[in-house]
């Protein structure tokens, strides 16, 4: 099985662990062990993970107000958003894989 994301989820990720580490190292770090703890998971039950209305499921990031939207297509899991959980609610339900 193999993670593919969506270029906007990847600058989602970038933009939010380089704020992070402007304030804090530490920060930054736990931002991405958590964010790689969350892909780990959803590799070992992509399933297992909250269903949204648009058909996309998705995994809490533990301590980080973030989010990992994704499909399950095949042995491929498409992340289609690292996104906040308190700011514009679902702008990426429009997001389209690039070819």
């Known amino acids: 099985m ?23 190292v530490q920060a930054a770090e736990g931002f991405l062990e958590q ?30 107000p973030y989010k990992v939207i994704y499909e399950f297509i095949g042995n491929t899991i498409w992340v289609v958003a690292v996104a906040h959980v308190k700011r514009r609610p679902n702008y990426w339900a429009g997001r389209k894989w690039p070819k």
């Open 2 to 24: 193999q993670i593919k994301q969506h270029p906007s989820a990847k600058a989602e990720f970038l933009n939010s662990f380089r704020r992070y580490h402007a304030e804090s």
């Open 35 to 64: 964010y790689e703890s969350a892909l780990n998971a959803i590799l070992k039950s992509p399933e297992g993970h909250t269903l949204t209305s648009k058909g996309r499921r998705w995994r809490l990031l533990q301590n980080y």
